[in-house]
C-alpha cells in the first residue's frame, strides 16, 4: 500500500498530507515529517534529519527500527578530552564531537547517551581500531539472515546491537562491544533536549 499511494503521489505531482502512528510510513513516504507527542509538534525534518539530527530524545527513540539505545551517563572534562562516563567504562568523544559539546555551554554532568544499534560492533576490526571499547552481557541473540540483534546488558541498561550475521556472541556470554564514537548522542537529562548529535 505505501508503494502504491508513493506512486500516486509520484503521478499527481501533488501535495498530499499523511497522518500515521507508523514510523515507518513516514520514514518512506514522506518528504517532510511533523513529529508530534501529546498534540505538540516536537520536530519538523527531511526523514534522514530526522534520524541524524534528533532533537531530543523521544524522538530519537521514536524514528528507528530496533530504536536508539539509551543510557545515563556523566561528562569529565579532563586535560585530554571531554569523556562520557558510563559506569565503569568511559567514552572519550572525537575531537570534532568533543568541541561541539563545550560549544554548547552546558555546564551539567549528568547526561543521556544514545547510541542507534548499527553503530555498536563487536568485530575485532572496529573494536581494535575504537576509543570505546565496553564489555556487556548477552541476554539473547536473535538471527535474521542479513544481520543478527544482540540484546545486551550495559551498565544495568539494556541494549539492542545490529551486528554482522557471522556474530559468534551466544547468551551469556560477556563480550567485548565497540561504540562508534562519531554517532553519538547526548541527550540533556533533565529537559531531554538534544546537547549534540
Excluded: W
Amino acid at each position: 500500500m505505501r508503494t502504491e499511494i508513493s506512486k500516486l503521489h509520484q503521478r499527481l505531482g501533488t501535495t498530499f498530507i499523511y497522518v500515521t502512528h507508523d514510523q515507518t510510513e513516514a520514514m518512506t513516504m514522506g518528504t517532510r515529517i511533523v513529529v508530534m507527542k501529546d498534540g505538540l509538534i516536537q520536530q519538523v525534518a527531511t526523514p534522514q534529519n530526522l534520524y541524524d539530527l534528533p532533537v531530543n530524545v523521544f524522538v530519537a527513540g521514536f524514528i528507528g527500527s530496533p530504536q536508539m539505545n539509551f543510557v545515563d551517563a556523566k561528562i569529565e572534562k579532563r586535560d585530554d578530552g571531554t569523556y562520557v562516563v558510563v559506569g565503569e567504562d568511559e567514552v572519550k568523544l572525537p575531537e570534532g564531537k568533543a568541541k561541539k559539546f563545550n560549544e554548547t555551554g552546558f555546564t551539567g554532568e549528568d547526561v543521556v547517551l544514545g547510541i542507534r544499534p548499527e553503530d555498536i560492533h563487536d568485530e575485532e576490526i572496529f573494536i581494535s581500531n575504537s576509543d570505546c571499547v565496553m564489555d556487556a552481557y548477552v541476554e539473547v541473540t536473535e538471527p535474521l539472515g542479513a544481520e543478527t540483534y544482540l540484546y545486551l546488558s550495559l551498565a544495568g541498561a539494556p541494549f539492542t546491537a545490529r551486528v554482522n550475521p557471522r556474530t559468534t556472541a551466544n547468551p551469556k556470554d560477556t563480550i567485548k562491544i565497540a561504540f562508534d564514537a562519531t554517532k553519538i548522542h547526548l541527550f540533556d537529562k533533565e529537559t531531554e533536549k538534544t546537547i549534540i548529535n
